[in-house]
């Protein structure tokens, strides 16, 4: 899997590229995300947990099966939302509240 | 480059589980200043990074340490170190308490005890586990943090530590650090061997493909003596997503079914290497693809499975959500992995006493990066990383001092700036990756064999991985982050050949799949209960065969 970054969202605070564990996102000279090395994502998710205006997604690759959908979270307190949008035009969301241990 | 020299009473290599741990426990114990250097950033760096699903280590009411130690030792076929395990399974409970105070979720039942999963784990909210840890870190007055700095090697002299060189590879500063002490917390090594996807999700792997094997490669080259790396790890996942299995396994009681509907994990046995064969076999007599039957589960099971899977494997949600089934619409197919070296799981890496320590004085190692006590997982990390950092207060009493001298900073800087210098290299970095992927998946037992190896292919493998280092030695980095690709392919060579000639040394089958010597396919007690060892001596890797330390008794380090 790897990540999308939205140019025209990014406001360049760099909160992606700190955390990214394999320093795989770079800011430009206009200081907008990219990601350098799109093959070398891990597929953590950390940076789009980072990021304040939800401009990153993450996406199966097509050759692990990957059929389109994109996927962010955002965060409202305890509750992360995870909203998956799919290239249908749907819009699925899970909530998980982060005070809630898995049940498995 | 610019050189910055930092002086520390301690410097801790890795900023993740064992690391963070082992800062904290410093700062309890100590006033001693001490460095950690991350190639990452310790919010997110290292296994934690997504989350994790369960703490796989812990004493469950009715258990004790002893049992957590005889089902690693069963695992393993034995060959494990019992008094590390055993020294490791008395603080699982203190440090998952630890944890809970820095504000891990733990789900309790109504009696406010821990509620397991099975007998020796505990269920919890895992996904931010490792920003609490790293927020503890940076609370610490006298505890630095070097953010993306990756270490490139150790500086040993008459087998003393005496600090370690680094790489800014944002900045392109050149760091000398001096440190009385180091405690190497790197972690395993992934992306040795060819991936299950080797094309664009290349780095889809379960191990973190940013852990290359640093800490082995320096304590190999360092001659450092290493233990049992033909265990390999390979591991049980999800097709596509190689999201963990034990969720299922564990979480709702999935049996793994051959296409047949046969359940077939009873018939090879239940130790993890045993699951991993069943699945290879299964395959290859012709009743594949193989399952993890989830079929006809509860919605309410289907709902906490796909809220688990975001909180450590997101991608596996999204596969049930693209293919519009959740789990109880189908089965989840399952495949084993890329053969990894961990020590946190098998028991491959440094040749460690109680302590810690490893044979090079004043270096520790704690972790994945550890060898001898497999299944830690996250609280058997955080364990040694406490086990070492008081075994360092202990060791700073004794005022022994360390010094790099000019000549070594004078090499380590001229090879950095020979690889930043002008671009005569032929091939790339990338190339030459994927070449070592190919040679080790080829000739050492990857998934193209199914695992499997003889001896006249680890031969071939040697020769081609011993090629492949000559060649990286030509190699070009136009910047500070490629100069660390450079260093990341060399140190997994140097580990590539420690896997090799031990997966040579051992004459016997002893873990299905994890070594399955074709030469030698039956388990042999007779010559083979020991431990393999190694050592580097003149540039050869020396095996060294030793005796297991039996219950009861302390492996010392003396020979
Ligand atoms: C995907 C995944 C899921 C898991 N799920 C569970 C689970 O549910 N339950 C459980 O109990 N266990 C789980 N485990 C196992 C557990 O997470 C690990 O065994 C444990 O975290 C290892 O700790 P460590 O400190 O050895 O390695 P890490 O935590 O990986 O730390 C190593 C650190 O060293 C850094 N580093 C590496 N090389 C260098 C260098 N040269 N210079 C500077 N820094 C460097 C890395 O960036 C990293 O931060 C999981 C592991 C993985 C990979
Ligand atoms: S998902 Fe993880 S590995 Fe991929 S770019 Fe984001 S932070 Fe980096
Ligand atoms: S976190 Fe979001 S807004 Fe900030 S730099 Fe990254 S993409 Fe841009």
Redesign the pocket.
């Known amino acids: 899997m790897s990540i999308a970054i939205d140019r025209d969202k990014c406001i360049g605070c760099g909160k992606c590229h700190d955390v990214c564990?394999g320093t795989l996102i770079r800011l430009d000279d206009a200081r907008r995300a990219y990601i350098r090395y799109p093959r070398d994502c891990w597929g953590c998710t950390s940076c789009i947990k980072e990021c304040p205006v939800y401009a990153i997604r993450f996406y199966l690759g097509a050759d692990i099966g990957g059929m389109g959908s994109l996927v962010h979270t955002e965060r409202e307190g305890d509750i992360l939302r995870w909203i998956i949008d799919s290239p249908d035009g749907s819009v699925s969301e899970i909530r998980i509240d982060q005070k809630e241990s898995n049940k498995y | 480059m610019d050189i910055k020299r930092i002086k520390t009473d301690v410097l801790i290599?890795?900023?993740?589980?064992?690391?963070c741990y082992a800062a904290m426990t410093i700062a309890e114990r100590s006033d001693k200043k001490v460095v950690i250097?991350?190639?990452?950033h310790?919010k997110r760096?290292?296994?934690?990074a997504?989350g994790?699903?369960?703490?796989?280590?812990y004493i469950v009411e009715g258990r004790t340490p002893q049992d957590y130690v005889d089902y690693c030792r069963n695992d393993a076929a034995g060959i494990v170190r019992e008094d590390l395990l055993l020294t490791m399974s008395e603080r699982l409970n203190a440090v998952t308490e630890r944890l809970e105070q820095l504000g891990l979720v733990i789900l309790k039942d109504e009696n406010g005890k821990y509620a397991a999963r099975g007998n020796r784990n505990i269920k919890i909210n895992?996904e931010n586990i490792k920003p609490l840890l790293a927020s503890a870190v940076q609370a610490l007055p006298d505890v630095t943090v070097l953010n993306r700095?990756?270490?490139?090697d150790i500086d040993v002299t008459d087998n003393r530590v005496n600090g370690a060189f680094?790489i800014g590879i944002e900045s392109g500063i050149f760091y000398v650090i001096e440190a009385a002490a180091v405690i190497i917390?790197?972690?395993?090594a992934a992306g040795l061997y060819k991936p299950n996807n080797p094309g664009f999700s290349r780095h889809k792997m379960?191990?973190?493909p940013?852990?290359?094997g640093?800490?082995y490669a320096m304590g190999i080259r360092h001659g450092a003596e290493m233990t049992t790396f033909e265990m390999r790890f390979i591991a049980l996942r999800c097709k596509d997503t190689i999201a963990?299995t034990?969720t299922l396994a564990q979480g709702v009681g999935a049996k793994q079914v051959n296409s047949l509907g046969e359940v077939y994990e009873t018939k090879y046995g239940l130790t993890t290497s045993e699951r991993v064969y069943g699945t290879v076999n299964e395959n290859q007599e012709g009743r594949g693809p193989c399952y993890l039957r989830t079929e006809g589960i509860t919605p309410e099971q289907d709902e906490s499975l796909l809220k688990a899977y975001l909180n450590?494997?997101p991608s596996q949600t999204l596969k049930w959500i693209e293919s519009g089934l959740a789990p109880s619409g189908q089965n989840v197919e399952i495949e084993g992995t890329e053969p990894y070296i961990?020590g946190?799981?098998t028991a491959s890496g440094f040749w460690v006493d109680t302590k810690r320590s490893t044979t090079i004085r004043g270096l520790y190692a704690?972790?994945?990066?550890a060898g001898g006590a497999p299944q830690?997982?996250?609280?058997g990390?955080l364990a040694e990383?406490e086990l070492a950092a008081v075994s360092v207060v202990e060791f700073l009493e004794s005022n022994d001092t360390s010094e790099i001298s000019e000549g070594s900073v004078q090499a380590q800087l001229e090879e950095a700036e020979r690889f930043l210098g002008e671009d005569h290299s032929l091939y790339s970095t990338e190339q030459l990756e994927e070449a070592m992927q190919t040679v080790m998946d080829s000739y050492a037992g990857g998934i193209k064999t199914n695992y499997r190896f003889n001896e006249k292919q680890l031969d071939i493998a040697d020769r081609k991985i011993r090629q492949l280092y000559a060649l990286s030695d030509s190699l070009h980095a136009d910047d500070p982050q490629e100069l660390m690709y450079i260093y990341e392919l060399r140190e997994r060579l140097v580990v590539c050949r420690s896997v090799i000639a031990h997966l040579k040394a051992r004459h016997e089958t002893r873990w299905h799949s994890f070594a399955e010597n074709l030469d030698y396919p039956e388990r042999d007690d007779k010559n083979w209960y020991k431990y393999v060892n190694s050592r580097l001596e003149n540039g050869e890797i020396k095996i060294i065969l030793r005796d297991i330390t039996e219950r009861g008794t302390v492996y010392e380090h003396s020979d």
Do not use: R
């Open positions: 564990p | 290599i890795g900023g993740g589980t064992a690391g250097c991350e190639k990452a310790i760096s290292g296994c934690l997504a994790v699903n369960a703490l796989n280590a895992g700095v990756n270490i490139t680094g917390a790197t972690g395993g379960w191990y973190p940013f852990n290359t640093a800490g963990p034990g450590m494997a961990v946190g799981h704690a972790g994945d990066v830690k997982y996250v609280t990390a990383g």
